[in-house]
């Protein structure tokens, strides 16, 4: 009976290559277009995840001497998701909203969740997280992190894994002692170099899209658009990777300016965007380091160092004409925005995925079923205070529990979406909206747009306007279509 409560052609409905708008933005403005590389130019598959995952596994034991056992532990994919908080001294994994809860059902120590009524405890009786507690700007706090990298994903599942092994074990472990080894040997990974490797070996087993890449820069520039590239990864690989994806022009990049710096992970573009000290400095063809003076950024050329501001004073690139793309909405993206004016498009593989999911009839009966109990929870409440309707509303409320963890499975047994804490948004959604003006799962999405396309975001009602769509119908404040009807479809 569920299936009488969808509207026809309700399934399918979102397509999982659009772009969606967090703020008005037209295409027809932006005469710049920038980029970030890891994750925003280039896609990776899964089987990096693991050699990280593996690698830092075995530094730990290699190296640091943990137990020969912990090597038993493989890469599990679907276990963890971006945008997960840390607590370092209570070893828990788990996911907040934006009004800094804890999610019911998602806080993992090691590979085991947590019962809600222990979280409760832990936290001195709630599931709210302070603000002091919770991170400073770019997702750090004092006893908290925030894991927003994609590469993170390998860093979440070995810190569940070890931390699964000594509690199971009985080996007593201090939780900093274990947490800063952990991202010791997985920072390893990538400032030695490993990592870039690997993929330079195989890039066929470890890059995804290169044609669709190839595709968007190309049709950018014949339009006349100017393009750059700013990445923490090593010039040699960035270049190597260039030639592989043919983002060139006549053996030369297609970009207006590369920069180069390395250092890994901890040496982020936010460390670009800071900085006043680091002038730029050019690279020859075989990647040595030259003395000259920089006064000019010339199209397909490599430059190592630098700082935004020296960037900005050279190119004259400024404000709401550049659009930069990146996947990591702090250090990528947050800055920008904020100080600088630039706009902003967000890179989240995972949206394709969930689109998907939200696209099933299970996801659509689950959720039209569980916004119509609770419309009849909130509305029924007052009007029936006898017994036997207690009892009812009593099962209507078990029955929401119930789906509310039924269409969060869906998403991730564990965490759920990455979106959304049930009927709350992440913590990581909320960062999204305000750190991005678009957000889609590739930079190929970018092919299904005219180039003066403009992108209008959804007219959403607050909790106090009236719902103009079906789909945004709120539970209480109004009169619910059919609501008799409703109440008798099990």
Not at 228 to 243: C, D, G, M, R, Y
Not at 410 to 415: D, G, R, S, V
Not at 423 to 435: E, M
Request: proline share 4%; glycine share 6%; hydrophobic share 35%.
């Amino acid at each position: 009976m569920f299936s009488d409560l969808l509207p026809p052609g309700v399934c399918n409905l979102l397509n999982p290559a659009a772009i969606f708008a967090n703020n008005e933005i037209s295409l027809g403005d932006i005469e710049i277009y920038g980029f970030d590389y890891d994750y925003t130019l280039a896609q990776y598959s899964n089987s990096l995840h693991t050699m990280i995952f593996n690698t830092a596994r075995d530094i730990l034991v290699d190296q640091y001497r943990y137990p020969e056992d912990i090597k038993k532990h493989k890469y599990a994919p679907g276990f963890a998701i971006r945008g997960l908080h840390y607590d370092i001294q209570k070893s828990l994994l788990m996911k907040i909203d934006a009004f800094h809860y804890v999610q019911s059902g998602t806080a993992y120590r090691g590979l085991k969740p947590v019962p809600d009524e222990e979280v409760i405890e832990k936290y001195g009786g709630t599931q709210h997280i302070p603000l002091y507690q919770m991170s400073d700007f770019y997702g750090k706090g004092p006893s908290l992190k925030q894991f927003m990298d994609i590469f993170s994903l390998p860093e979440m599942t070995l810190i569940s894994c070890v931390n699964d092994y000594f509690i199971n074990h009985n080996i007593e472990f201090d939780p900093v002692h274990l947490y800063r080894d952990i991202t010791d040997a997985i920072k390893d990974v990538h400032v030695k170099g490993m990592m870039y490797k690997w993929i330079e070996k195989d890039m066929e087993n470890y890059i995804l899209h290169g044609d669709e890449t190839y595709a968007v820069l190309n049709r950018l520039v014949s339009n006349g658009k100017k393009l750059f590239l700013i990445t923490n990864s090593p010039f040699s690989f960035v270049l190597e990777q260039i030639k592989y994806l043919k983002v060139t022009e006549n053996c030369s990049p297609l970009f207006t300016i590369i920069s180069s710096w390395g250092g890994g992970p901890s040496c982020s573009l936010n460390n670009f965007c800071v900085s006043f000290h680091r002038p730029f400095r050019r690279l020859d063809e075989t990647g040595s380091l030259q003395w000259d003076k920089i006064n000019e950024l010339e199209k397909g050329k490599i430059y190592k160092q630098g700082n935004l501001f020296d960037f900005l004073r050279i190119t004259g690139w400024r404000g709401s004409r550049v659009l930069y793309f990146g996947d990591h909405l702090y250090s990528d993206l947050a800055d920008l925005m904020l100080r600088h004016g630039w706009r902003t498009g967000a890179i989240v593989p995972e949206l394709e995925a969930e689109i998907r999911i939200i696209n099933t009839e299970q996801y659509m009966h689950s959720l039209t079923w569980l916004q119509a109990i609770t419309g009849l929870l909130e509305r029924m409440q007052q009007m029936h205070q006898d017994a036997e309707s207690k009892q009812v509303l009593s099962e209507w409320w078990k029955e929401r529990q119930e789906l509310r963890s039924r269409t969060k499975n869906l998403f991730n047994p564990q965490f759920g979406s990455i979106f959304r804490t049930y009927h709350n948004p992440t913590y990581f959604s909320r960062r999204l909206c305000r750190f991005s003006d678009i957000y889609m799962s590739s930079i190929s999405c970018l092919l299904n747009y005219d180039l003066n396309f403009t992108f209008y975001p959804r007219r959403t009602p607050l909790q106090h306007e009236a719902p103009l769509w079906m789909d945004q119908l709120c539970t209480g404040c109004m009169k619910t279509p059919f609501l008799e009807e409703m109440i008798h479809i099990r």
